[in-house]
Structures are given as structure tokens and as C-alpha cells.
């Protein structure tokens, strides 16, 4: 975070310094930011995430079974 409380993305350069406070320091940083997502959202996401590893699975099965019968041994 930014003395005046805003968020700052990324601060990758100075990551390989060997005093990253003092880095942090001279570019006005304060601390770490996180966001986190509200309780409410909890399974919506849980099942969104579900569903798209279901169907990438279900997808490479296909591809699978298609390339099997496609060129069988």
C-alpha cells in the first residue's frame, strides 16, 4: 500500500535488492495489500472451478478416445 492508502500492484523490481524494505520505503510503500472475496462467494467459486476441471477432463477423454479410434494399434 501507498502512504496515502491506495493500492500498489506489483513492485517487482525490487525483489532481487537485498534491503527490500529500504526499496519499498523509497518508492512510498507501506505495506502488503490483499483482497480476499466474501463468504457469500465461497460456492459459486468452489462449483465454477468444479465445473471447468470437469470439463477439461471430460474433454481430453474425448480427444482420447477420438485419437484411439482414429489410429488404432
Avoid: I, N
Wanted: charged letters at 20%; glycine letters at 6%; hydrophobic letters at 40%.
Amino acid at each position: 500500500m501507498t502512504t496515502d492508502g491506495r493500492g500498489a500492484r506489483e513492485v517487482t523490481d525490487c525483489l532481487p535488492q537485498d534491503s527490500y524494505a529500504q526499496c519499498l520505503k523509497s518508492r512510498g510503500l507501506t505495506g502488503r495489500l490483499a483482497e480476499y472475496h466474501p463468504v457469500s462467494h465461497f460456492w459459486s467459486l468452489q462449483w465454477t472451478a468444479t465445473a471447468l476441471c470437469l470439463a477439461v477432463g471430460m474433454a481430453f477423454v474425448a480427444l482420447s478416445v477420438w485419437r484411439m479410434r482414429r489410429h488404432p494399434a
